[in-house]
């Protein structure tokens, strides 16, 4: 059906590229970093938990656009990738290969994406541009309580910038990029935030990325040959309308588009052994052509009003993620269909997956206190999804049906998500330095699933009936955490997380037993320390994480129809730092890693093809990331910088497969690399210019791996990391 440690908060955002650190907001001194993890304003270093925070000027310094681009920047997120828009994210380990998600994306107050197991959500991960926002925020763990369901992992939020009443604004920013082995990159981007008048305000932005290919195909097996397959373009933009008649009331209205459009994927034939690459060079064996067509919309509105003794927050949003491909399988079928038929042919799969969501929430969160804050809410949600499949084959080397055929394959999914939960979140100040944070959070939820499918491969028509499901859960956190100093606190943490369960659509002979599957929940234990000095040359945060994972969801193939089942238990353990050094003005060094060591605890069902103690999937054992920046003053206002960026990564497991398993002893696992970067620039003033280079050493990082695949000789797909690339950006503005 599918193709395809951080630190308990990191305090100066880290990983990050100077000068730009992490959003600086208003606080008790003017320097703090402020987030909004806990859906109220704080200063990380009191958020009892595991947060990693990166602002958009540096985003911009390190020329980071998505979520490849970032990763150095936020220790022990990982990425399994062939796409752009075809993504799944891991944090600390938490992931089976399932098709729903554990890492829960947000845009301000709107949740995106699909919490159903049923539109392929793990592996559609909203890949949003960094243009003009504020900051990411990623909260490790489990966040249940205030974040709800599929943020069993934790959660992805981009803060976008807000219009400003106070300033006008207009910037415009132009990269142009070489790729080595392919074609070139041409990225733009502009902003513009205009007041009209005290109470009112509009900014609106705007992006294009056109990044060119750097895959060719080589004629392997009788495929086509062409070069640099793999371009893609990515562009859209937001706008967005505050309202604010008074200090006590804002109205804020946003709309947020964009398009992510691929030809070919990142994936390159390898050796389904190792996963190193075959025929000295990134090829893949294209017969048809493939695409990728991924559109985000996201409209929300939400008001804040000042009723006194609360703050009443009201967050509505409507969302439709879409994602259409064609995807090449010609070795598995082509040469069935002429077996067959007689005729020659290539084949394809097209499928469109799409979600449309709408929520609800609204919650009331008490003014700042000095002995008891609370925050009391209720959301809603409801989603509807569907994904259409069809089997075609066509004339060789062309897009024109083989005439005289009968019905192939087609196939219908619909599904219907909706759920509703109340959630309530305490902090009690004992005294001047011990504070306590507990809350939890009840939901219910409801589904409904139907599929019809027709065509020879299908085995002809076949309408399966609805198939239902219910549950009610609840998730809990509770968080002590100790203020050593202004500048050091220590806590502990325990909160579980819950990803719903829900219906399967039965291919005719499997068992009722897998009707429906349950949820899988996890509880995590964690402590950690924050620390930093007086001036903030120096800073340390470091966590340790204990994770019981029961129940956990899983994917497989039952007569050839994709089902979802509960497998056994898993387990992960793992820690996580960043330290922080800035010795004299505009030097800085930062140095991150993370240690996970997630298993099995039981086998899978066997359809999956994991046993007790196989690694969980595209995680390496260990990770690090060091970073380095200088800012010196040239003269007037013009500054310069340089700066650098190193990350490693451990191999890492693939997918389960029992069969490799059996042969070898062992899952599949992806070989270990290393990535540096580079980048220097001239800042002056209302403009600048900055130069850089990406994976210096032209390292092939693989971020998946598929096996078997449709790829002639049994070769397997590993999506590789872009190749060496330089760039050179202008900046204007005022």
């Known amino acids: 059906m599918n193709k395809g440690f951080l630190i308990a908060g990191s305090l100066v955002a880290l990983a990050t590229a100077m000068p730009a650190w992490a959003d600086e907001a208003a606080g008790e001194n003017e320097n703090d970093i402020v987030v909004t993890a806990q859906k109220r304003e704080q200063r990380l270093i009191d958020v009892p938990q595991s947060v990693s925070v990166v602002s958009g000027d540096a985003l911009e310094n390190v020329q980071a656009t998505n979520f490849s681009d970032y990763l150095k920047l936020v220790p022990g997120l990982q990425l399994n990738q062939t796409t752009a828009g075809f993504g799944r994210l891991v944090l600390r380990g938490v992931n089976?290969?399932?098709?729903?998600?554990?890492?829960?994306?947000?845009?301000?107050?709107?949740?995106f994406g699909s919490s159903?197991?049923?539109?392929?959500?793990?592996?559609?991960?909203?890949?949003?541009?960094?243009?003009?926002?504020?900051?990411?925020?990623?909260?490790?763990?489990?966040?249940?309580?205030?974040?709800?369901?599929?943020?069993?992992?934790?959660?992805?939020?981009?803060?976008?910038?807000?219009?400003?009443?106070?300033?006008?604004?207009?910037?415009?920013?132009?990269?142009?990029?070489?790729?080595?082995?392919?074609?070139?990159?041409?990225?733009?981007?502009?902003?513009?935030?205009?007041?009209?008048?005290?109470?009112?305000?509009?900014?609106?932005?705007?992006?294009?990325?056109?990044?060119?290919?750097?895959?060719?195909?080589?004629?392997?097996?009788?495929?086509?040959?062409?070069?640099?397959?793999?371009?893609?373009?990515?562009?859209?933009?937001?706008?967005?309308?505050?309202?604010?008649?008074?200090?006590?009331?804002?109205?804020?209205?946003?709309?947020?588009?964009?398009?992510?459009?691929?030809?070919?994927s990142n994936s390159v034939d390898s050796d389904p052994s190792t996963?190193?690459?075959?025929?000295?060079?990134?090829?893949?064996?294209?017969?048809?052509?493939?695409?990728?067509?991924?559109?985000?919309?996201?409209?929300?509105?939400?008001?804040?009003?000042?009723?006194?003794?609360?703050n009443l927050v009201s967050a509505t949003s409507y969302s439709t993620l879409s994602q259409s491909f064609r995807g090449d399988l010609t070795p598995q079928f082509g040469g069935l269909i002429e077996a067959i038929f007689g005729?020659?042919?290539?084949?394809?799969?097209?499928?469109?997956?799409?979600?449309?969501?709408?929520?609800?929430?609204?919650?009331?969160?008490?003014?700042?206190?000095?002995?008891?804050?609370?925050?009391?809410?209720?959301?809603?949600?409801?989603?509807?999804?569907?994904?259409?499949?069809?089997?075609?084959?066509?004339?060789?080397?062309?897009?024109?049906?083989?005439?005289?055929?009968?019905?192939?394959?087609?196939?219908t999914l619909n599904s219907r998500y909706r759920e509703l939960a109340g959630f309530a979140n305490a902090t009690l100040h004992l005294g001047e330095r011990f504070d306590l944070t507990f809350g939890g959070r009840y939901s219910g939820n409801r589904q409904?699933?139907?599929?019809?499918?027709?065509?020879?491969?299908?085995?002809?028509?076949?309408?399966?009936?609805?198939?239902r499901s219910s549950e009610n859960v609840f998730t809990f956190s509770v968080a002590p955490q100790f203020e050593i100093s202004d500048q050091a606190t220590v806590y502990a943490r325990v909160a579980k997380g819950f990803r719903p369960g829900g219906p399967n659509v039965l291919a005719p002979g499997a068992p009722d037993e897998l009707r429906s599957y349950a949820s899988d929940s996890l509880v995590s234990y964690e402590v950690g320390v924050k620390a930093e000095t007086v001036d903030r040359s120096f800073s340390i945060d470091?966590?340790?994480?204990?994770?019981?994972?029961?129940?956990?969801?899983?994917?497989?193939?039952?007569?050839?129809?994709?089902?979802?089942?509960?497998?056994?238990k898993a387990k992960s353990d793992g820690l996580e730092?960043?330290?922080?050094?800035?010795?004299?003005?505009?030097?800085?060094?930062?140095?991150?890693?993370?240690?996970?060591?997630?298993?099995?605890?039981?086998?899978?069902?066997?359809?999956?093809?994991?046993?007790?103690?196989?690694?969980?999937?595209?995680?390496?054992?260990?990770?690090i990331g060091a970073n380095a920046d200088y800012e010196w003053a040239v003269g007037g206002e013009t500054k310069a910088y340089v700066g650098a960026s190193v990350r490693s990564l451990s191999k890492q497991p693939a997918g389960f497969d029992f069969a490799f398993r059996s042969i070898n002893g062992r899952q599949r696992y992806l070989p270990s690399y290393e990535v540096v970067d580079l980048r220097a620039g001239l800042d002056f003033g209302k403009y600048s210019l900055e130069l850089y280079a990406k994976n210096l050493t032209d390292a092939e990082g693989k971020t998946s791996l598929e096996a078997p695949a449709n790829i002639p000789l049994g070769a397997a797909g590993t999506a590789v990391i872009r190749p060496r690339t330089f760039g050179v950006t202008l900046t204007a503005g005022f």
Not at 295 to 306: G, K
Not at 597 to 604: H, Q, S, Y
Request: hydrophobic share 35%; glycine share 12%.
């Open 448 to 467: 409904v699933a139907n599929q019809v499918s027709d065509g020879i491969l299908a085995g002809g028509l076949i309408v399966l009936p609805d198939t």
């Open 116 to 264: 159903s197991g049923l539109v392929n959500g793990a592996i559609l991960a909203g890949d949003f541009d960094t243009f003009d926002i504020e900051r990411i925020e990623v909260l490790r763990g489990p966040q249940g309580t205030i974040y709800g369901a599929s943020s069993m992992g934790g959660v992805l939020k981009y803060v976008t910038r807000k219009p400003e009443t106070g300033a006008f604004e207009v910037r415009a920013r132009g990269s142009v990029e070489t790729v080595k082995g392919g074609d070139e990159s041409y990225l733009g981007s502009a902003v513009v935030n205009v007041p009209l008048g005290d109470t009112f305000a509009v900014r609106a932005s705007g992006f294009y990325r056109d990044f060119g290919g750097f895959i060719d195909s080589i004629g392997t097996g009788g495929s086509d040959i062409e070069s640099d397959i793999n371009s893609s373009k990515s562009y859209g933009g937001r706008a967005s309308v505050l309202f604010k008649p008074s200090e006590g009331l804002s109205i804020q209205l946003s709309a947020y588009l964009q398009n992510l459009k691929t030809h070919a």
């Open 577 to 623: 730092f960043t330290t922080t050094l800035r010795p004299t003005d505009g030097l800085s060094f930062s140095l991150n890693g993370a240690y996970t060591n997630a298993k099995l605890k039981d086998d899978t069902p066997a359809q999956v093809g994991g046993l007790t103690g196989d690694r969980l999937p595209y995680t390496p054992k260990y990770s």
């Open 96 to 111: 089976t290969g399932g098709v729903a998600s554990t890492v829960a994306v947000y845009q301000d107050e709107t949740t």
């Open 542 to 568: 470091i966590a340790a994480f204990h994770i019981d994972w029961k129940d956990i969801q899983v994917f497989g193939l039952v007569n050839n129809f994709g089902i979802n089942f509960n497998g056994g």
């Open 343 to 411: 005729t020659p042919n290539d084949f394809y799969q097209g499928q469109l997956t799409r979600v449309r969501r709408v929520s609800q929430e609204i919650r009331l969160q008490s003014p700042e206190s000095d002995s008891f804050e609370w925050l009391v809410g209720a959301y809603y949600t409801r989603e509807k999804g569907v994904i259409d499949q069809t089997y075609n084959a066509v004339q060789p080397g062309t897009l024109t049906p083989v005439a005289g055929l009968p019905l192939l394959g087609v196939a």
């Open 275 to 310: 996963g190193r690459t075959l025929y000295g060079r990134l090829s893949q064996s294209q017969f048809v052509p493939e695409f990728t067509d991924v559109r985000y919309r996201v409209y929300s509105a939400v008001v804040d009003a000042d009723l006194g003794f609360a």
